[in-house]
């Protein structure tokens, strides 16, 4: 085995010419020696291939917060979870100055029913401390089987650390849920929870409807949506941007360097659209808020994102182990990067509630005045109201101002268009 090894890293070095032969040499003989020398003289028995992986889970990290080694279990838990179901929390993480924190909690899932917010730090999870704790191995730690417990202990801004105790559950994404906004009928509401295999089929499905059914502005909420896949984000920028770059991506290898361009079949290019972000969106949500701010085809309304801009490729080791690498960054279509910089709306709203004046005369209208005569007459006469049935979701505000303040702006911008 270490002859093999040897020989291996040996061959390695005849494959690069950046370094001199001789120092890649020393710098391959110095790991083999280290290995050796575990295996001769660690308190715990240990074989070499024991070794090479936790070598391996320990080499990866330290390159960035996002590259990681990928075992047997977390190579299969990656591919079921970008298809849109698997088990745990449903809750996202990442590492940000060296500590877990929650990048955000995925909708309707245990860690959201939970109150679990985005940028909660996680200190412990179970007895288990997370400091100097690689992200797969917290990620392996919160994840188990369905009805099992888990106990964090969370860290938030401004208050004392405290713990949450969370039912494990199967985490089924519906990534793309669609309403109307009360009290603004013109408006269609979209929440996009994450990106996986299923956004741009379902948002054609609901743009459709949406056009058969008047609608004249979209809010696209991306709020705490964490991300996924490349493609989805693309293919939702090419649904409202019908030239130009999209987004592109640049790394060391020239195959990595990649510009995704829009088409103009099928664009629904004259909507007005906002779209509402905050410290929980990342990656895909970034690029599509973006690539919207760029061209100039949405006002982005909320709170500044997490700013991760790089791009991980799987590359399988074998059948049952992968490593996920940074290969490059993405760029917007104006050049500026995501990378530790996020994106700054062009409307700075934080969360708050939104006061409501008790003020019942103000609200009363000449229809809502006849309407409820009509159902005073209805009761003195004994006749049932017969109402009627509608398949339409409605979403309240309840006191959202960052949706609220959407909502105002999208009404100002198709009140313009009509003007023009």
């Known amino acids: 085995m270490k002859k093999m090894l040897f020989a291996i890293l040996l061959a390695l070095t005849l494959l690069h010419a950046k370094e001199t032969q001789q120092t890649r040499l020393q710098a391959y003989e110095k790991f083999v020696k280290v290995v050796n020398m575990i295996e001769a003289y660690y308190v715990d028995e240990l074989n070499t291939s024991t070794i090479i992986n936790k070598a391996l889970k320990g080499l990866l990290p330290n390159l960035d917060a996002h590259s990681s080694y990928l075992d047997k279990k977390a190579y299969k838990e990656l591919k079921i979870q970008t298809n849109g179901e698997f088990g745990g929390l449903g809750i996202v993480v990442g590492m940000r100055n060296g500590v877990l924190t929650v990048i955000s909690p995925i909708d309707d899932t245990p860690a959201f029913k939970a109150g679990i917010k985005a940028g909660d730090i996680i200190l412990k999870i179970n007895d288990k401390a997370t400091i100097d704790m690689s992200l797969d191995e917290a990620v392996n730690l919160m994840r188990g089987k369905p009805s099992t417990k888990i106990t964090l202990t969370i860290v938030r801004k401004g208050k004392k650390p405290f713990k949450v105790t969370i039912t494990r559950g199967i985490i089924k994404i519906k990534s793309v849920k669609a309403y ?56 939702t920028l090419d649904l409202f941007i019908d030239k130009g770059i999209l987004v592109s991506q640049k790394g060391r290898l020239k195959s990595e360097n990649i510009e995704f361009k829009a088409h103009s079949f099928g664009t629904y290019k004259n909507i007005p659209i906002v779209v509402l972000v905050n410290g929980g969106s990342a990656s895909a949500s970034e690029i599509v808020a973006g690539g919207l701010q760029d061209h100039k085809r949405a006002v982005i309304v909320g709170e500044k994102t997490f700013g991760k801009g790089s791009v991980q490729a799987i590359l399988p080791v074998n059948k049952d182990e992968a490593i996920r690498l940074t290969v490059a960054r993405y760029y917007l279509p104006s050049g500026r990067t995501i990378q530790a910089r996020g994106i700054t709306p062009d409307i700075i709203i934080h969360p708050g509630k939104v006061k409501e004046i008790n003020n019942t005369t103000a609200e009363i209208t000449e229809a809502n005045l006849k309407a409820h005569l009509k159902a005073e007459l209805q009761k003195l006469d004994n006749k049932k109201t017969i109402s009627k049935k509608t398949n339409e979701k409605v979403k309240k505000i309840d006191g959202d101002l960052q949706l609220l303040t959407g909502a105002n702006i999208l009404k100002a911008l198709i009140i313009a268009k009509e003007s023009k």
């Open 180 to 235: 109307t906004l009360k009290g603004y009928p013109q408006i269609e509401y979209i929440r996009i929870s994450s990106f996986d295999k299923n956004v741009v089929p379902s948002l054609k499905e609901i743009l459709k409807q949406a056009k058969q059914q008047g609608k004249k502005g979209i809010i696209i909420d991306l709020r705490n949506n964490p991300g996924g896949l490349l493609n989805q984000a693309v293919g």
